[in-house]
């Protein structure tokens, strides 16, 4: 039989495993192997997963499992990506009642993130629903290897999220992730239409940080999602089988400068010594939210600046307040 989740449409005789090592052909039948189990749950602020736009200064209940449909050798995450790791029991249901029990730490949801959380899509779908029907929101971590169909199936439950655009060419995503560019980049255009979407970068020094394909992003993004999409530049430092000196400052420097030229917001990720996670309004350039570490000042009125007026962040009533 072949999976259709991803687009690897993995063929799996009886008894076989995806790459992803959590969907397994059983007698005829496609089965996630890890339905109702986690292997790290936490809560995290938001802005750790990146999301800066999106209930700014919230934390939410972050839930991961085990596999992944990519085999990036830079993961930051393997030993739950792309390793075996004890794991533990738990429902769609008690998902969200952890989720409501944290109202009083400003939590506003539940996170799907830590591993590739769509290699689980079932468990993720069925604990949206959950998460959904008590009244809190939903958000997505996700390197954006999914197919059309079931992503749309899927969209409707989800508020926010963001997608890792690993590099900005084919060759990048054959070499170094084993997977492919265009499928990302459908991700990104559908979850546009109907969430709020932020994207991360993570630059890797000779890999994915030229100035011609960084600019190539940043047109993408502007031209096809907007430019007030939010685009994460983050520092890389040697991980897993790729062992490579740290991104230089200056390269994220000069990528910040280069995206700005047609975004709105741009971010420095995992160099906080280059104080560029502040977000500064776009029209009236008020100081609006101010952040050292994952300690956050904000000044937004309902998600708008203060001082003009214009729209910065999604940040409607929140229901764990």
């Given at each position: 039989?072949?999976?259709?989740?991803?687009?690897?449409?993995?063929?799996?005789?009886?008894?076989?495993?995806?790459?992803?090592?959590?969907?397994?052909?059983?007698?005829?039948?496609?089965?996630?192997?890890?339905?109702?189990?986690?292997?790290?749950?936490?809560?995290?602020?938001?802005?750790?997963?990146?999301?800066?736009?999106?209930?700014?200064?919230?934390?939410?209940?972050?839930?991961?499992?085990?596999?992944?449909?990519?085999?990036?050798?830079?993961?930051?995450?393997?030993?739950?990506?792309?390793?075996?790791?004890?794991?533990?029991?738990?429902?769609?249901?008690?998902?969200?009642?952890?989720?409501?029990?944290?109202?009083?730490?400003?939590?506003?949801?539940?996170?799907?993130?830590?591993?590739?959380?769509?290699?689980?899509?079932?468990?993720?779908?069925?604990?949206?629903?959950?998460?959904?029907?008590?009244?809190?929101?939903?958000?997505?971590?996700?390197?954006?290897?999914?197919?059309?169909?079931?992503?749309?199936?899927?969209?409707?439950?989800?508020?926010?999220?963001?997608?890792?655009?690993?590099?900005?060419?084919?060759?990048?995503?054959?070499?170094?992730?084993?997977?492919?560019?265009?499928?990302?980049?459908?991700?990104?255009?559908?979850?546009?239409?109907?969430?709020?979407?932020?994207?991360?970068?993570?630059?890797?020094?000779?890999?994915?940080?030229?100035?011609?394909?960084?600019?190539?992003?940043?047109?993408?993004?502007?031209?096809?999602?907007?430019?007030?999409?939010?685009?994460?530049?983050?520092?890389?430092?040697?991980?897993?089988?790729?062992?490579?000196?740290?991104?230089?400052?200056?390269?994220?420097?000069?990528?910040?400068?280069?995206?700005?030229r047609r975004l709105k917001f741009v971010y420095i990720?995992?160099?906080?010594?280059?104080?560029?996670?502040?977000?500064?309004?776009?029209?009236?350039?008020?100081?609006?939210?101010?952040?050292?570490?994952?300690?956050?000042?904000?000044?937004?009125?309902?998600?708008?600046?203060?001082?003009?007026?214009?729209?910065?962040?999604?940040?409607?009533?929140?229901?764990?307040?």
């Amino acid at each position: 039989m072949r999976c259709t989740l991803c687009p690897r449409y993995c063929r799996l005789k009886p008894g076989a495993t995806g790459v992803c090592r959590a969907r397994r052909n059983v007698d005829g039948k496609l089965v996630y192997l890890y339905y109702g189990r986690f292997s790290s749950i936490a809560l995290d602020p938001i802005e750790k997963k990146p999301l800066y736009h999106f209930f700014p200064g919230s934390t939410i209940l972050s839930l991961g499992a085990i596999g992944c449909n990519l085999a990036c050798k830079f993961c930051q995450n393997w030993e739950i990506a792309q390793s075996e790791t004890p794991t533990r029991e738990i429902t769609p249901e008690t998902v969200a009642e952890l989720a409501l029990e944290r109202r009083t730490d400003d939590c506003i949801g539940v996170a799907y993130t830590y591993n590739e959380p769509l290699v689980g899509y079932e468990f993720v779908l069925d604990t949206a629903r959950a998460v959904q029907d008590a009244g809190l929101q939903n958000v997505l971590v996700t390197n954006g290897e999914i197919n059309p169909e079931p992503l749309g199936e899927l969209l409707p439950y989800i508020d926010a999220l963001n997608i890792d655009v690993k590099g900005f060419t084919e060759e990048y995503y054959r070499e170094l992730c084993g997977g492919r560019l265009a499928p990302v980049l459908e991700t990104a255009r559908l979850a546009k239409r109907q969430s709020h979407v932020e994207l991360t970068t993570l630059l890797i020094p000779g890999k994915n940080d030229a100035p011609e394909e960084l600019k190539a992003l940043v047109d993408w993004v502007a031209d096809e999602l907007g430019e007030d999409t939010p685009l994460h530049f983050s520092r890389y430092f040697p991980q897993y089988r790729l062992n490579l000196p740290a991104t230089p400052l200056e390269t994220l420097e000069m990528a910040r400068e280069i995206a700005l030229r047609r975004l709105k917001f741009v971010y420095i990720g995992n160099a906080w010594e280059l104080g560029e996670a502040d977000t500064r309004c776009p029209e009236c350039g008020k100081l609006v939210i101010e952040r050292r570490g994952y300690q956050v000042e904000s000044q937004l009125v309902d998600g708008h600046c203060p001082e003009c007026g214009a729209r910065i962040a999604e940040a409607g009533e929140q229901p764990c307040q």
